[in-house]
């Protein structure tokens, strides 16, 4: 018996850590998938000025290159990825597209505290997942998502002030 429940806890506890629903690579599209690729390949977010010069980095054409070619329903997918990195570009496609599916996507991802870096500028940091997806919302300049959804976003922020391990190193 003590065996049994061990192996289906095995089951649960990573889906529950990860936060993200299945993932099924053959809804999306042959294009996409090579952007997806070449985001996989690199462990950061980076945005699309980093460093002292201001240069836009490959890995924010490649995230470039899936935002004009996936459709919503590919990028929402792609929110259940098995690698972190490109769930969160596939989240932040969605943002900039002013998606009906963001606030789902938070939903769906509640528990995505699976550790990444991402590069703004001369600053690299280490957020989890679900922080990117909100930082992203609270950070920007159009509050219209923030707005209408403030109390659920609210609460994310407040389980992510105690950030311990998030620190930030200047690039030059």
């Known amino acids: 018996m003590k065996t049994i429940l061990i192996f289906v806890l095995s089951l649960i506890v990573p889906s529950l850590s990860f936060g993200q629903s299945e993932y099924n690579e053959n809804s999306i599209r042959e294009v996409p998938l090579k952007y997806v690729d070449l985001l996989s390949n690199r462990d950061i977010v980076q945005d699309i000025a980093i460093g002292e010069g201001g240069m836009k980095p490959k890995q924010y054409e490649y995230f470039e290159g899936l935002r004009n070619v996936a459709t919503d329903e590919e990028l929402f997918e792609l929110t259940n990825h098995p690698n972190p990195i490109v769930r969160t570009y596939s989240f932040w496609g969605l943002y900039m597209r002013k998606s009906d599916n963001v606030i789902d ?14 590069q703004f500028g001369c600053l690299e940091s280490e957020v989890t997942v679900i922080e990117f997806m909100t930082d992203r919302i609270i950070y920007d300049y159009d509050k219209t998502v923030y707005d209408s959804n403030k109390q659920f976003i609210d609460s994310l922020t407040s389980v992510n002030i105690g950030r311990e391990r998030r620190k930030f190193n200047r690039m030059d």
């Open 105 to 118: 996507v938070m939903s769906k991802n509640i528990n995505d505290t699976v550790w990444i870096t991402q």
